[in-house]
């Protein structure tokens, strides 16, 4: 019972953070220099930090080792593609981002 609960936080953090990061690369004029919209990324940052914290509790809980070391890799994902990232590319980079949060909610939906 409590991974079942585990895996919907999972999914509601992600979604929302899936959101929210959408919004950074959609408006991203709005976020460069506005002091105002600080908070809100302070709460990505937030939600990257919950979304890794409870991705690796799920890559420990999961049975399988295949489906533990996928989790682990969407776990660990926002800080792999931060290592690749150039600043040219951030938007390309921040998309392959939002596309591996909402591959992780799938993933932890169907496992």
Same mark, same amino acid.
């Given at each position: ?6 895996? /919907?936080?999972?999914?509601?953090? *992600?979604?929302?953070? *899936? ?17 105002? $919209?600080?908070?809100?990324? *302070? ?5 990257? $930090? ?8 799920? &890559?420990?809980? /999961?049975?399988?080792? $295949? ?7 969407? &776990? =660990? &994902? ?14 390309? /980079? ?9 591959? &992780?909610?799938?993933?932890? =939906?169907?496992?």
């Amino acid at each position: 019972m409590p991974v079942i609960i585990l895996k /919907y936080f999972f999914c509601f953090i *992600a979604i929302f953070l *899936a959101l929210l990061l959408t919004l950074r690369v959609l408006f991203d004029n709005i976020f460069k220099n506005n002091n105002k $919209l600080s908070p809100v990324v *302070a709460l990505i940052g937030g939600l990257f $930090l919950l979304y890794t914290l409870i991705g690796l509790i799920l &890559s420990l809980v /999961y049975p399988n080792i $295949l489906n533990k070391f996928i989790m682990f890799l969407f &776990s =660990l &994902s926002p800080f792999i593609i931060g290592k690749l990232v150039s600043y040219k590319r951030l938007r390309l /980079y921040s998309i392959i981002q939002v596309l591996c949060v909402i591959f &992780s909610i799938g993933f932890v =939906l169907i496992f």
